[in-house]
């Protein structure tokens, strides 16, 4: 089961619009998932604990060095766009496997 977190700048609004469509999309694929919407803050103090991080791009800078560590970041132009979500789970995780 993969651990997900969703940031954004407050932890609040689009964090939870993209826990929610992220969940949505990873059982279209049928990939089981645990997934924490939280701040970027948050986020930064606890990707260590997780697997894949979802943010805006504006925010995936933020995460370099858990990238550079190995973990999956993977930054939306479009939090509200469940295709292009399922397009970077596709390319990120379905087809890395």
Do not use: P, W
């Not at 805006?56 to 979500?85: H, M, W, Y």
């Amino acid at each position: 089961m993969l651990k997900v977190i969703a940031a954004c700048g407050s932890g609040m609004g689009s964090s939870q619009i993209i826990k929610m469509k992220i969940d949505k999309a990873f059982k279209s694929f049928g990939i089981e998932a645990t997934i924490h919407h939280c701040s970027v803050g948050e986020a930064k103090t606890q990707i260590s604990n997780y697997d894949v991080l979802f943010c805006s791009d504006a925010l995936k800078g933020n995460f370099q060095n858990a990238q550079d560590k190995g973990k999956i970041v993977i930054g939306l132009r479009n939090v509200l766009s469940e295709k292009e979500i399922k397009d970077k789970i596709q390319s990120e995780i379905v087809d890395k496997k």
